[in-house]
């Protein structure tokens, strides 16, 4: 093909794809293709092929019990898109060269697109730890809130995520507690949902937990690490814990300082986990 057709050609896909019916028909071919490698993997019911340190193969089988369901999300993790579109974010979730995806995003006017059945393991979390659990992604649902990070969150768009939560939470039967942010879980490398996020209308709604006005003052021999690591958060960088455990309870500054005030926040909490 020469330069000058091939240019035509390409400018011609384009055009076509733009002017598709479904527009991401692409991607629903490649989700379509990767549905079926996983269902494939499971149906493949073979003896466990275990050695053991001298090199002896261990007598096993596969006898198939008759007992099972799928797997079911047991938290959902809420994010900011730090974009500035629901379509930007759509955009990044359905090439696979970035290699992240979310199973909701809800727009800015309240609009709600799911991207993945929710008892696939969606690529949102990333590294992330809460309490013992290190693989985030297999335990969550992700839902992404269409949000450049610096902006407060629409009426419309909280009202859908609560409806959306609670079809969640019925569903699977998700604690309470478990209704956390990506910064909760990657203290030191996230920071969404950003300070906006209205988490205690979350928590009157039954999503996630919140403190009681008034607090108790902490005993004198209160540790504000122990507290953290209870309740969940990785502690390994205590300023990260402390600085996103701010970000999403005190909300007043987000020092890697716990005054009084967030102390008597956190026992508060602590008390309730
Ligand atoms: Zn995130």
Redesign the pocket.
């Known amino acids: 093909m020469t330069t000058i057709k091939f240019f035509l050609y390409a400018n011609l896909l384009v055009f076509l794809a733009a002017c598709s019916p479904k527009p991401y028909q692409v991607a629903q071919k490649i989700q379509e293709e990767k549905v079926k490698e996983v269902v494939t993997k499971m149906d493949t019911n073979v003896a466990p092929v275990l050695v053991d340190s001298l090199g002896n193969s261990l007598v096993t089988s596969f006898i198939p019990t008759v007992n099972f369901s799928s797997r079911k999300p047991n938290f959902v993790i809420i994010?900011?898109t730090a974009q500035d579109s629901l379509a930007q974010t759509i955009r990044t979730f359905t090439l696979e060269r970035t290699q992240v995806s979310a199973h909701y995003i809800v727009g800015r006017n309240g609009e709600v697109v799911q991207m993945l059945n929710d008892e696939l393991r969606a690529w949102?979390a990333g590294n992330s730890k809460w309490g013992n659990n290190y693989d985030m992604n297999s335990a969550s649902i992700g839902i992404e809130l269409d949000n450049n990070g610096f902006e407060p969150f629409s009426d419309s768009q909280i009202s859908s995520l609560l409806i959306l939560l609670t079809k969640l939470k019925t569903t699977y039967n998700i604690p309470t507690p478990n209704f956390i942010g990506?910064s909760d879980i990657a203290p030191k490398r996230?920071p969404?949902p950003s300070i906006l996020f209205p988490w205690k209308k979350l928590a009157d709604n039954g999503f996630g937990l919140w403190y009681d006005i008034p607090n108790l003052p902490p005993p004198a021999n209160f540790d504000v690490e122990s507290a953290l690591r209870i309740i969940g958060y990785d502690t390994r960088d205590l300023p990260a814990a402390i600085i996103a455990f701010k970000r999403h309870f005190v909300k007043l500054d987000l020092n890697p300082v716990m005054n009084e005030w967030d102390k008597c926040v956190l026992y508060n909490l602590y008390k309730k986990y």
Do not use: A, E, G, I
Request: no cysteine.
């Open positions: 994010h900011h949102h990506h996230k969404d």
